[in-house]
T-cell receptor, first 114, second 115 residues
Framework: DQQVKQNSPSLSVQEGRISILNCDYTNSMFDYFLWYKKYPAEGPTFLISISSIKDKNEDGRFTVFLNKSAKHLSLHIVPSQPGDSAVYFCAASTLTGANSKLTFGKGITLSVRP | NAGVTQTPKFRILKIGQSMTLQCAQDMNHNYMYWYRQDPGMGLKLIYYSVGAGITDKGEVPNGYNVSRSTTEDFPLRLELAAPSQTSVYFC??????????????FGPGTRLTVT
């Protein structure tokens, strides 16, 4: 049973436009959410996170929105750049756990067209 | 500061062979993790460790073993390789709850093929 779902496998946007990547979760115990970016042949790199006590967190061009009632989060990239082309993973965790394990979605491949 | 390093980068094994995937981190992180990523899938947790001498199973531990004798190193052992273990393996570390955020830092991965 997938607890973190990224239902769209890919997204293509024009350079300069907004990219919106969506993620849904089913486990109501999750209280911390992260986005990772992954280039081919490299390990995932941390992008941005949000705690369940917030509904928005912003870092430069990247903003994550959390809707707890809908169990939904989204990553907004504005403006999108060709270097943003990568696979984006949504991940969730429970801060109260003793191990901070992450549960990952399957990822979304973002292509930013010049 | 190298972060998380993994060796080897690539390996081809025959069915039934054994090998150890090496992972080391120089960030003095207490927590370390092993994940595998199959094509088109997310990362699945194999084993994790919250400190030297302490390990526990993740979501997909069958066919693997780990040990954690030092804070820096967290090797993953495959005893009898099977084609189902063909995957990309990622090691990660973190330092949650120590004044830092909860993100995990990943190594570059080991691509393993079992034929």
């Amino acid at each position: 049973d997938q607890q973190v779902k990224q239902n769209s496998p890919s997204l293509s946007v024009q350079e300069g436009r907004i990219s919106i990547l969506n993620c849904d979760y089913t486990n109501s115990m999750f209280d911390y959410f992260l986005w990772y970016k992954k280039y081919p042949a490299e390990g995932p790199t941390f992008l941005i996170s949000i705690s369940s006590i917030k509904d928005k967190n912003e870092d430069g061009r990247f903003t994550v929105f959390l809707n707890k009632s809908a169990k939904h989060l989204s990553l907004h990239i504005v403006p999108s750049q060709p270097g943003d082309s990568a696979v984006y993973f949504c991940a969730a965790s429970t801060l109260t756990g003793a191990n901070s394990k992450l549960t990952f979605g399957k990822g979304i491949t973002l292509s930013v067209r010049p | 500061n190298a972060g998380v390093t993994q060796t080897p980068k690539f390996r081809i094994l025959k069915i039934g062979q054994s090998m150890t995937l090496q992972c080391a981190q120089d960030m003095n992180h207490n927590y370390m993790y092993w994940y595998r990523q199959d094509p088109g899938m997310g990362l699945k947790l194999i084993y994790y460790s919250v400190g030297a001498g302490i390990t526990d199973k993740g979501e997909v531990p069958n066919g693997y073993n780990v040990s954690r004798s030092t804070t820096e190193d967290f090797p993953l052992r495959l005893e009898l390789a099977a084609p189902s273990q063909t995957s990309v393996y990622f090691c990660a570390s973190s330092s949650p709850g120590q004044g830092s955020s909860y993100e995990q830092y990943f190594g570059p991965g080991t691509r393993l093929t079992v034929t």
